[in-house]
């Protein structure tokens, strides 16, 4: 698996990152006034964020010279949230590869030594433009590089696209193609917004349903479930 999240400063002399033309690295898409916001940290000023057939950068406005970048081997999933409940603002959402045993998503200092980040351990990037109206379109982007870089130690023993998701409770996605029932055998009323992508998928390159739950259906269901219990 490539490297996770790393700095980046190789800045071109226009400003933008310099590309790896020998090897066909190629822009694809530039996105001004975007931040990023790494693990449970707070997002960065904006900055611009460039998306190339190979990679994510993202370059501070703020601090000129000094980025970010990942490759798209290393992200393992992505995602558009648009729930307030797991994130503020409107974002892509990304997993990525990270050091064995870091398990900095879940409040642990591990991540940061001696006051400074420690990238290697970041697992989760969320990426937030300026235009939330455009995180669809970007993530389309996502999709393909995602198919033009695929994992190479992929299995092929998934199922029906279903993935464990306990990393992903807080933003409210479920994977998979159909309905789920939870714990308490309350039906889950979904519909489809967009895909996620994920490396590794057998039979859909990588990509699976994100489903959203309504949750006044679930109230209403609490609230039938409370009036049976009253006798009502």
């Known amino acids: 698996m490539a490297a996770g999240l790393q700095r980046f400063t190789d800045i071109a002399g226009e400003g933008g990152p310099r590309l790896d033309a020998a090897s066909g690295e190629e822009l694809l898409r530039v996105d001004r006034a975007a931040s990023v916001a790494l693990g449970r940290r707070a997002p960065e000023p904006p900055g611009t964020l460039f998306v190339t057939n190979r990679r994510v950068i993202w370059l501070s406005e703020t601090e000129k010279g000094q980025g970010y970048a990942v490759d798209f081997l290393a992200i393992t999933l992505h995602a558009v949230s648009r729930d307030p409940e797991a994130y503020p603002s409107p974002c892509i959402y990304t997993q990525i590869d990270a050091q064995d045993g870091s398990d900095e998503e879940a409040g642990g ?25 455009q995180l669809d379109a970007l993530f389309d982007v ?20 279903w993935f464990g998701g306990e990393n992903m409770a807080e933003g409210g996605w479920i994977h998979g193609d159909e309905d789920m029932v939870d714990g308490n055998d309350l039906e889950a009323h979904m519909f489809y917004t967009n895909l996620i992508g994920q490396n590794g998928v057998h ?29 009502h």
Do not use: T, W, Y
């Open 109 to 133: 200092s591990d991540s940061e030594a001696n006051g400074e980040l420690q990238l290697a351990k970041i697992s989760e990037m969320r990426i937030i433009l300026s235009d939330p109206g």
């Open 142 to 161: 996502f999709c393909h590089c995602a198919e033009l870089n695929p994992d190479p130690n992929a299995g092929c023993n998934e199922e029906n696209g």
């Open 203 to 231: 039979d859909l390159n990588r990509s699976v349903r994100e489903l959203q739950i309504d949750d006044q259906r679930f109230e209403d269901a609490e609230e039938e479930q409370e009036i049976q219990e009253n006798g």
